[in-house]
């Protein structure tokens, strides 16, 4: 059946039916719906239109059907199985096109959205919420030393800008990975 897109805000809705469903990559990254709300989700929690797209490219090449075969995560953002967006579940959100998973975009950054003061900020908030405005010593999965053993193991991107001896992700390497 056809879906009706949300409508994005009482100011600037997007009418008409969701013309994002089967578009990924770049070709959701140009779809004027989706590019449109995009930019209002950017206007709205104070950063750029790049910025966003960069985070939706690093986490999923900007494909609402990804899923990691690790994790389970999903979606543009790859929300985790157990912290699927409220209101909803890992299942519903891998069945969405990219403009109906663009509403909980704009409810998991606008909930944060006084938090971004960086990239950083706006890419640990997708990472590793609880790392936002913590300081460069803080670990990523402490205080339990396996669990953040497991994280840097499965995050090696980003363990690579580890300079602990341990080779940890700590916020210094987040940081400067993002």
Known sequence: GSVTAPNASPDKPIDGPDSTAGLMG?????????????????????????????????????DPKAI?????????????????????????????????????????????????????????????PAAVGKPADYIFGAPDMEYAKKVAKQNSGIAKYSQRPDGLIDKAAFDRFA
Request: glycine share 8%; hydrophobic share 40%; charged share 20%.
């Open 68 to 128: 990691n075969k690790t994790s389970g995560a999903s979606g543009l953002i790859q929300w985790m199985p157990q912290y699927a967006p409220k209101g909803t579940t890992i299942d519903q959100i891998r069945s969405m096109t990219g403009l109906q998973q663009l509403e909980y975009v704009d409810k998991h950054f606008s909930a944060q959205a006084g938090k971004i003061k960086s990239f950083a900020d706006m890419y640990a908030l997708v990472f590793w």
């Open 26 to 62: 770049k070709q959701l990254g140009e779809n004027p719906q989706f590019k449109q709300r995009s930019e209002q989700i950017a206007k709205k929690i104070g950063v750029s239109l790049a910025d966003l797209y960069a985070i939706f490219n690093i986490e999923s090449g900007i």
